[in-house]
């Protein structure tokens, strides 16, 4: 049975874990066949809306200054290359569409449908330049440009550019171009002011950005957490919106930002600065919970400098595609941030281990299943050291156990004692209880990346394996007809697996690890709990990251069987026997714990002799 204190650190465990699971990792909602239905058809072809044709006399009272322009015919220039497709306006002289070529939501990867994603339209999305003029602010997208481009399929090796131009009167032009090279998605974006000087005030140029997210993944939640990123020209200091799912927050950015971004669970837009930095901004982002296809809305509202559009320094980039670490690392600077590869204790693992590894390995297996497989048996590997030590020091304490039993049968009850004679114990034979922990907490940082890197990993995405048609979330073999608070309405088997694989692994280093005495925690109980615990936590995680763990106990379990053939105990006793004997005689250099032991040893010893002198000065009186 257990005590107390084991009840109480068991549930306070069990409150951090499933803590974690409400607060932060996704929930599961089934989509309602009416709700595919809609956003399937809202991907393929969006419903314009029907509204009255503005009055031309009423377009060129707000136009002001830019009345001549501010009636036309709205024409299309198309510019892509192997990557992304982009489609752009003459009003305004704007992005429109941009479609990501090689790339598929996950409802058209499930249907097996040749549908390119569209990461933004203008029928959800906007961008827009507004001018402070002296009549009044004026949305250049209200603005019908001219333009001689063609656009075209660019080539690679190549640039190709389109420009737009809105001419007024005395040589005043605004002039809107963006190239885009052969590859890549990365599109290059000039606003230049000529002559104007008359017309506008000495305030900011606006640029008001709204980007609505659209389903991309399996589950709705994982684009619900699309947030709004940012670095501050320094270069150094990047921040971001809360990824919390529900309700809006917001934030103003008073300091100058060198690129803002909006990021959804695996693709990001931004806007990046190559010269003067945006000023101030303000940036926004709001879940939307009842709406299935705009599920949430993100808005950054910039000022730009005016005097450098003026000067020709308007120079920004516009990224549209993959949020992919070896892709954006060396867009911008700090932009390799907007993939959280892990905590920053744990980046270091992360970005010089795992991420050059899955390079490697994504070179030598086309199927992510065997690479993970092969990613597993890299990193056991080099950890063989470590689970070596941990098993030889578990193997002398299971040598010392019997006299841990005398100890305690001669002492009794008494912790404080128990502890004290066990030190006692292992200072006489060299031995230090923590040479077993510390190998094992020099893998947890190993399990702590894998944890953060799996769920923002796109190479797993659309990557089957198995009965898992995609790595990059929950594996689902039944859909259950209600749902488990924590847990969600469907099973995951990968989960299983790994939750039986560690129950598994538990059974067997229970068999190897000696009986605890006088702790408050039964660890060997707690082998069997926290995998079931583990199994609410992972069953919407990617499938991935549960076969990953999966692959990880069977290895660590295959390493221990072995190791045990070749680890003699005998001779680990006959080790123990020998140091006990040198450390009696001084004869050996003791160890710096042994040493440690020692003073504290003789410490206690003062201290029960001073506090027994004191009791024996009270009884005299």
């Known amino acids: ?82 990557d992304i497709k982009v489609t752009f306006s003459t009003q305004g002289g704007r992005i429109k569409q941009v479609l990501l070529k090689n790339y598929k939501t996950y409802n058209a990867f499930a249907e097996n449908q040749n549908e390119p994603l569209v990461i933004f339209d203008e029928s959800f999305d906007k961008i827009a330049f507004e001018l402070p003029t002296t009549k009044g602010n004026v949305d250049l997208n209200t603005l019908y440009f001219n333009t001689a481009s063609t656009g075209g399929m660019v080539s690679e090796g190549k640039t190709e550019k389109v420009t737009f131009t809105l001419n007024l009167a005395n040589g005043q032009t605004v002039e809107q171009s963006y190239s885009l090279a052969g590859s890549g998605f990365l599109l290059d974006n000039d606003l230049k002011l000529t002559g104007l000087d008359g017309i506008l005030k000495n305030e900011s140029v606006k640029l008001n950005w709204l980007e609505n997210v659209r389903p991309t993944e399996k589950d709705l939640n994982e684009n619900r957490k699309a947030t709004v990123n940012y670095l501050l020209n320094d270069g150094e200091n990047f921040d971001q919106l809360s990824e919390n799912p529900t309700g809006a927050n917001d934030a103003t950015l008073d300091q100058p930002l060198k690129w803002v971004a909006f990021k959804k669970k695996y693709f990001l837009s931004s806007f990046i600065t190559k010269n003067a930095p945006i000023q101030k901004a303000q940036v926004y982002g709001t879940a939307n919970e009842q709406d299935s296809v705009n599920i949430k809305t993100l808005r950054a509202n910039m000022n730009l400098d005016l005097a450098s559009l003026k000067a020709g320094k308007g120079n920004f980039q516009w990224y549209f595609g993959p949020n992919d670490y070896n892709i954006i690392k060396d867009v911008a600077p700090g932009f390799g941030k907007n993939v959280k590869l892990s905590y920053d204790i744990f980046l270091p693992i992360t970005r010089y281990v795992f991420v050059p590894l899955f390079n490697v390995l994504e070179n030598v297996f086309s199927n992510y299943g065997l690479l993970i497989i092969a990613l597993v048996l890299i990193i056991k590997f080099a950890l063989l050291p470590l689970t070596y030590k941990s098993y030889v020091s578990m193997a002398k304490m299971r040598i010392l156990q019997p006299e841990l039993n005398a100890i305690k049968e001669k002492i009794g009850d008494d912790p404080a004692k ?33 944890f953060m890197l799996f769920p923002n990993l796109i190479n797993l995405r659309q990557q089957s394996f198995l009965w898992a048609n995609d790595l990059s979330t929950f594996d689902s073999i039944a859909t259950l007809p209600f749902s488990i608070p924590l847990y969600g309405s469907h099973v995951s088997l990968f989960t299983l697996l790994m939750t039986v694989s560690s129950i598994a692994y538990g059974y067997y280093n229970n068999q190897n690890t000696p009986d605890q005495t006088g702790q408050p925690i039964d660890m060997k109980k707690m082998a069997y709990i926290t995998p079931v615990i583990f199994m609410f936590v992972m069953n919407s995680l990617p499938a991935g990251m549960s076969f990953y763990y999966f692959v990880s106990n069977i290895v660590t379990i295959l390493q221990q069987i072995g190791i045990r053939k070749f680890v003699d105990e005998d001779k680990i006793k006959a080790v123990l026997d020998e140091n006990r004997k040198k450390i009696a005689a001084g004869g050996v250099k003791k160890s710096r714990f042994s040493e440690y032991i020692s003073k504290q040893m003789k410490a206690v010893e003062e201290a029960q002799k001073t506090q027994q002198a004191e009791q024996a000065k009270k009884k005299k009186k």
């Open 1 to 82: 049975m257990m005590d107390r204190n084991q009840i109480t650190g068991l549930l306070l465990i069990m409150a951090m874990l499933l803590g974690y699971q409400f607060f932060f990792a996704p929930t599961i909602e089934p989509e309602k066949p009416q709700d595919k239905a809609k956003i399937a058809q809202n991907q393929k072809a969006p419903v314009a809306k029907v509204t009255a044709k503005p009055d031309s006399v009423a377009l060129k009272s707000a136009a002001g200054d830019f009345a001549s322009a501010a009636v036309g015919t709205a024409k299309e220039v198309i510019l892509e290359n192997k």
């Open 418 to 450: 128990q502890q004290q004679a066990q030190m006692k114990l292992y200072g006489e034979v060299g031995v230090s209880p923590l040479s077993g922990c510390v190998p094992v907490l020099a893998t947890m940082p190993v399990l702590m990346a894998v």
